[in-house]
């Protein structure tokens, strides 16, 4: 089973799929969020909502562990995850769409593994999957889309407020290329479940203190809807290639 993880204003991908199964699943985290399974091209597709359809959990409220193993009970194999974000860089303008590729986790009370209670560490040389990012790539050629970057540095943070000034040089001078606060622990989790994990990050601003502009959500929101249909595009190609 393919797993989708939409982020804000993804809030259901489904095209014209028959029969759309809806579930919450329980889980020893708590219920999920609510999970849409159908068929395209002859392959059974998840779609989750991250923050749920209403988005109604913030950033740092989300059920990142429920939503995982929710995924993984259902046999979920490879998630694309999408996640709007801001650009750390000025040549990495708002529209971009960046497949990340490696991270740097600067979130703070999240319950972040499935180990609480065991000694396990988790490798993460590769932070994120190649195979799938590979089959995004060579999905991308075939989609009419503008600015693709093929990699990149996520940092993740806590929220649920914008970072300030400091903060985005800091993030600058370290490598980091975009800055969100839902991409982790979610990777993490799905490594820890095995699961070839991938995320679309869809650049909505400039950080803080890059553009001049005041940021607000509905910048956020306003991106996120007129990149919508593409991002969709995009993980319709790689599902059916
Ligand atoms: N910072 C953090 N998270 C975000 C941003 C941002 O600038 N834009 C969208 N999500």
Known sequence: MFGIIGGSGIYDIVKDAGSVEKRIIETPYGDSSEISIFEIYD???????????????????????????????????????????????????????????????????????????????????????????????????????TDFIAKGVYVGTEGPRFESPAEVRMFQKLGGDVVGMTGLPEAVLAKEKEICYSSICLVSNYAASISPNKLTMDEVIEIMDIKKLEIIDLIYKTIEN
């Open 43 to 145: 392959k059974e597709v998840a779609f989750m909502p991250r923050h749920s359809g209403d988005h109604s959990f913030p950033p740092h409220k989300i059920n990142y562990r429920a939503n995982i193993w929710a995924l993984a009970t259902l046999n979920v194999k490879q998630i694309i995850a999408t996640n709007a974000v801001g650009s750390l860089k000025r040549e990495i303008p708002p529209g971009s769409l960046v497949l990340v590729s490696d991270f740097m986790d600067f979130t703070s009370k999240r319950e972040k593994t499935f180990y609480d209670n065991e000694v396990i560490h988790v490798d993460v040389t590769e932070p994120y999957c190649n195979r799938l990012r590979s089959h995004i790539i060579a999905s991308s050629d075939t989609i009419s889309t």
